[in-house]
């Protein structure tokens, strides 16, 4: 299994970015995808979560209102869409998968991680 993060960068506070992963899985709709970051001195967070099947969103509290996660099961991908950035939300966001009809949240329900893709926010 390969998740693969881009779409990283440097932003001004205020602004946006949107992230990618590309999965490469062959039964890509049955897994349920998630962002997680992680800053210096921390374990991973959970950021937010796309269920498979009907598709449910799930966010942490820090982002609930800013950033919208959304995937295309045609291309195996699942976007992260982040507004309104803060300082305090640069990270290095990592994309994870789980099989079934749950989101993990906690990074020991993950099966799955990708290779991290640094964000970085001016104050």
């Known amino acids: 299994v390969q998740l693969q993060a881009s779409g990283g960068g440097l932003v001004q506070a205020g602004g946006s970015l949107r992230l990618s992963c590309a999965a490469d899985?062959?039964?890509?709709?049955?897994?349920?995808m998630g962002w997680f970051r992680r800053v210096p001195g921390k374990e991973r967070a959970f950021v937010g979560g796309?269920?498979?099947?009907?598709?449910?969103?799930t966010y942490a509290d820090s982002v609930k209102g800013r950033f919208t996660i959304s995937r295309d099961n045609a291309k195996n991908m699942v976007y992260l869409q982040m507004n309104s950035l803060k300082p305090e939300d640069a990270a290095v966001y990592f994309c994870?998968?789980?099989?079934?009809?749950?989101?993990?949240?906690?990074?020991?329900?993950?099966?799955?991680w990708g290779q991290g893709t640094l964000v970085t926010v001016s104050s």
């Open positions: 796309i269920s498979s099947g009907y598709h449910g969103t």
């Open positions: 899985l062959r039964t890509f709709s049955r897994y349920s």
């Open positions: 994870a998968e789980r099989q079934g009809t749950l989101v993990a949240t906690k990074m020991s329900t993950v099966h799955y």
